[in-house]
């Protein structure tokens, strides 16, 4: 059986990133924390918890310590409450996020309505709708673009990680909405790079392996466009594969989100080899 790997897979510039960064801050005594996990990884999560890097849900649950903002990036509120605090805050937001988050706040600045394309409940474009402040909303369908009421001036800005066709599609709907419009494209090249690499090797495999957290959008993404090319599963590690699958396929492809760590990767790739 031939075992394939995606040209491009697995950790992006901006995961690594925040991962070095929450290495660089692990202490023995536990006083540094990701604000949220610090990718949609949970085997990675769980590493860096035994390295002394623990994770909280807010701000609430720490009264010291550093505080890591994760790739997603947040709110201005974010900054300003830990700060309050007195809290250490180390900022591991990915700069593709940062850009995305200043366009969104400098149009609304600059008079613009501000419309977001991407899904409304990921925290990187909830971050996206908070530095925007006002006179911004979130559209995820070509449908909601549609019934967008016309505006003088409107921005696009978009979720890094959202599929660049998808974006295409709603922007398309959108540009009869103002006289004056400023799109500006936030997608980030790895996801370009990962979903074109990953749809080269779906049309070219008879099965493909999507490798990453079930709650990573990106990675979720790959194996939604792997699917229309051909048999599709997404696992978080190799302990999911199931010899069923195996059956009659001579070629299979291994892709993986931006937030996979390698280990996982080569795992799986190793027992495929079979
Ligand atoms: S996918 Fe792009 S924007 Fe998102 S963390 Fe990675 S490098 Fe940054």
Partial sequence: MEVILADYLGFCYGVKRAIGVAHDNAS????????????????????????????????DELESGTVIIRSHGVGPAVYNEAKAKGLNVVDATCPHVRNAQMSAKSLVEDGYSVVIIGE??????????????????VLDTPEEAQAFPACGKL????????????????AAELLDKAKDIKILR??????DQRQAAALKLAGEVD???????????????????CRKKCMT????T???????????????GITAGASTPDWIIKEVYKQCQR
């Fill in 233 to 236: 599963y997404h696992i978080e």
């Fill in 28 to 59: 023995e005594d536990g006083t540094a924390s990701t604000l949220g996990p610090i990718i949609h990884n949970p085997q990675m999560v769980e590493q860096l918890e035994k390295e002394g890097v623990g994770c909280v849900s807010s701000l």
């Fill in 120 to 137: 409304p409940k990921h925290p990187e474009v909830k971050s996206i709708l908070e530095w925007a402040g006002r006179n911004a909303v």
């Fill in 186 to 191: 936030t997608i980030c090249n790895a996801t």
């Fill in 238 to 252: 190799a302990a999911e594969l199931q010899d069923e699958w195996f059956d009659k396929i001579n070629k299979i």
């Fill in 155 to 170: 921005g696009i800005v978009c979720q890094t990680t959202f599929s660049g066709a998808a974006f295409r599609e709603i």
């Fill in 207 to 225: 099965l493909m392996l999507v490798v990453g957290g079930k709650n990573s959008a990106n990675t979720t993404r790959l194996a939604e466009l």
